[in-house]
């Protein structure tokens, strides 16, 4: 319809000369071309062709011209409207092709300054795909953009040689920091104190595998964790083996810990069944307090635990001397605590309640978890109370069940 209408205008302005040669079967001429060829034929252009360029130069509705890569083709766009007819040229897919090249060497411009190599590579890759199946690009262009690409890939591929280098020495700084702690760690004295300086020295080990690299680092390192690949699996097997080693020592002193105060144990046993039972007492209150600064297994503990109750017990239905007075307000301070402890427990429930009833209208995700922390903390504090009240009532039935033997 763009071309009858040039054909047209054309037409009119020869006078209708130009429908001959359709009758002898040849093909149309374009319009473009037409016009091109007016001047041979001694015809004046009409003075009205300037203004409909003027008005495809100024048409707010036209795409706005896009600068010319070299290897563009255009096609004339006309536009009629209110009978009034507007030219302007819009971009064929060969141009539109390569703008789309342009931008993507763009990208990886960017990239490359940002060191975001993993995706320049990427892009690299479907960007030579794209052009090498292009039907849209000659082969010519294709050539330049190759060796344009080529280039760049070439700088990149030297940029990334010159960080890794970079990376190689500081990782292997950084190995070496490690391996000094973890050299440090194992060094130590098969003590329980040694043992806790130990653990420190891993951790510090572990902090510094753990400390974030700076941006050059992070960009060439695969783990992106500031060391090569060799270096942090090296170091993480010296860390971890160092740690296997470290909690067998561990192990074995909490268990000469414990054999060490089973042996206590059954001195006193012999004092409360067979010498004095009221020393008995004592030496369980020295060793409950020696067993503050040993390092004991927590199955140990409720063991022994278990023992020594069984002994006060025992040494307790021997002895008859405590008043009944000084029995009588021990048992009403801890029967006090008790029930000062049950409302404790119940007011504790109540706000657990309050919370749930709160927690169904809360929109934030992140207040609906601290609500749930406050719940958690509430019925730890709970647990805590109870298994207290627990003891303080089995404390209360030992003195009673004491009192009468007296």
């Known amino acids: 319809m763009v071309h009858d209408e040039l054909s047209e205008e054309t037409g009119k302005q020869e006078q209708e000369p130009a429908e001959t040669p359709a009758t002898e079967n040849h093909p149309p001429v374009e319009p473009l071309a037409e016009a091109e060829k007016q001047p041979e034929t001694g015809t004046t252009e009409p003075a009205a062709a300037e203004p409909m360029q003027e008005t495809a130069a100024t048409d707010a509705g036209m795409k706005e011209e896009i600068p010319s890569l070299g290897n563009e083709e255009h096609v004339i766009s006309v536009e009629v409207s209110d009978g009034t007819a507007s030219i302007g040229v819009v971009k064929d897919e060969t141009s539109k092709a390569l703008d789309f090249v342009e931008e993507m060497i763009s990208r990886l411009l960017k990239m490359q300054a940002e060191h975001n190599f993993r995706d320049f590579w990427f892009y690299v890759k479907e960007l030579?795909?794209?052009?090498?199946?292009?039907?849209?690009?000659?082969?010519?262009?294709?050539?330049?953009?190759?060796?344009?690409?080529?280039?760049?890939?070439?700088?990149?591929?030297?940029?990334?040689?010159?960080?890794?280098?970079?990376?190689?020495?500081?990782?292997?700084?950084?190995?070496?920091?490690?391996?000094?702690?973890?050299?440090?760690a194992n060094e130590m004295e098969p003590t329980a104190e040694g043992v806790e300086l130990s653990f420190k020295k891993l951790e510090e080990a572990q902090r510094l595998m753990r400390q974030k690299p700076d941006e050059a680092e992070a960009s060439v390192s695969a783990e992106e964790s500031g060391f090569t690949r060799s270096d942090r699996e090296a170091l993480f097997q010296l860390i971890k083996t160092s740690k296997d080693d470290i909690m067998q020592r561990k192990r074995s002193i909490r268990q000469k810990n414990f054999e060490t105060i089973a042996n206590r144990l059954k001195e006193i046993s012999d004092k409360v069944f067979y010498k004095n039972p009221r020393e008995a007492f004592n030496q369980i209150k020295v060793l409950r307090n020696d067993m503050r600064n040993v390092a004991l297994d927590r199955d140990h503990v409720k063991e022994i635990d278990g023992v020594i109750n069984q002994l006060w017990k025992k040494a307790g239905e021997k002895v008859n001397e405590r008043k009944e007075q000084d029995l009588s307000k021990r048992l009403s301070g801890m029967e006090s605590l008790i029930v000062k402890n049950n409302q404790f427990i119940k007011r504790l429930h109540k706000e657990i309640d309050d919370i749930k009833v709160k927690w169904a209208d809360v929109q934030n995700d992140m207040f609906k978890n601290r609500m749930n922390e406050w719940i958690e903390e509430k019925t730890q504090k709970i647990e805590k109370v109870t298994e207290e009240n627990k003891s303080l009532a089995e404390k209360i039935a030992f003195l009673k069940e004491q009192a009468a033997h007296q």
Request: with cysteine.
């Open 128 to 184: 030579n795909n794209f052009i090498f199946s292009s039907l849209r690009i000659k082969k010519e262009k294709k050539a330049e953009l190759k060796e344009r690409i080529g280039v760049l890939c070439d700088a990149v591929k030297m940029q990334q040689e010159g960080l890794r280098e970079n990376l190689k020495k500081s990782s292997a700084q950084k190995r070496e920091a490690i391996e000094k702690l973890i050299r440090e």
